[in-house]
């Protein structure tokens, strides 16, 4: 599930004694496009929560809603929070990364802060911690010799200091004539189906790796000196 932060609430209603947010700004788990949601009071009731489903105004593909009460103090307005259910949303970049082994915290710390204050549209603290994030990067492979360095330059430098090929030697290694891998995916072997899940992430992983990866940085990369250049 995704949480909707309050910096994306256009607009609320009253539900009950309950204030809920009616229309809000989030990006569509099915095409991805950031778009406003108008939030339908056709809810039904949970043992924890209230659940409702709506139109995306970009594909009319259906979003599910899930709107959770908030514990309050006495005196306080009774609201909920409100998250958007996205199988997708465990795939995001922020929650890979806290499950890798050997990703420097000041990394996970700087690119969360970056991810929250870009939710609270604030776009000159966006800027700062984005900065810290590719600084944060360029730390953990080049260490602290290249810190007097341009970003510009560091990151020409970033490739002499990783083993880019590694990942594709690695799977070399795994498809191997006497591994067994090769052997389930020639038939020879019978595969299970944790196994073929397994396979399914790796090619996934590997597609991403390959293809994906670097197109998106070739496009945003694009995008961003077209914008950079109307400014």
């Given at each position: ?29 099915e ?7 108008t ?8 043992k ?52 890798l ?15 929250n ?52 030697l ?62």
């Amino acid at each position: 599930m995704r949480k909707i932060h309050p910096g994306f609430v256009n607009a609320y209603m009253r539900y009950g004694h309950l204030k809920i947010p009616k229309s809000v700004q989030c990006e569509c788990p099915e095409c991805q496009e950031i778009t406003e949601f108008t939030i339908t009071a056709n809810f039904q009731n949970s043992k924890n929560g209230m659940i409702t489903e709506c139109s995306c105004p970009c594909c009319k593909k259906s979003a599910v809603f899930i709107i959770m009460p908030k514990e309050t103090t006495p005196g306080q307005e009774e609201h909920a929070d409100m998250y958007l259910y996205d199988l997708k949303a465990s795939k995001h970049t922020i929650n890979q990364l806290e499950n890798l082994p050997n990703i420097p915290n000041d990394l996970v710390r700087a690119y969360r802060s970056a991810i929250n204050v870009h939710q609270s549209k604030e776009n000159s603290a966006t800027a700062v911690m984005s900065k810290r994030v590719i600084e944060s990067i360029l730390k953990h492979f080049l260490g602290e010799q290249n810190k007097k360095q341009s970003i510009s330059q560091q990151l020409e430098a970033l490739p002499n200091h990783i083993n880019l090929a590694n990942p594709i030697l690695s799977l070399s290694q795994l498809l191997a004539d006497n591994e067994t891998l090769l052997r389930m995916l020639e038939l020879e072997t019978e595969m299970d189906y944790e196994t073929s899940t397994l396979v399914m992430d790796l090619l996934e992983s590997l597609i991403d790796y390959l293809f994906i990866l670097p197109g998106k940085i070739e496009m945003t990369q694009a995008k961003i000196v077209k914008a950079t250049r109307r400014a």
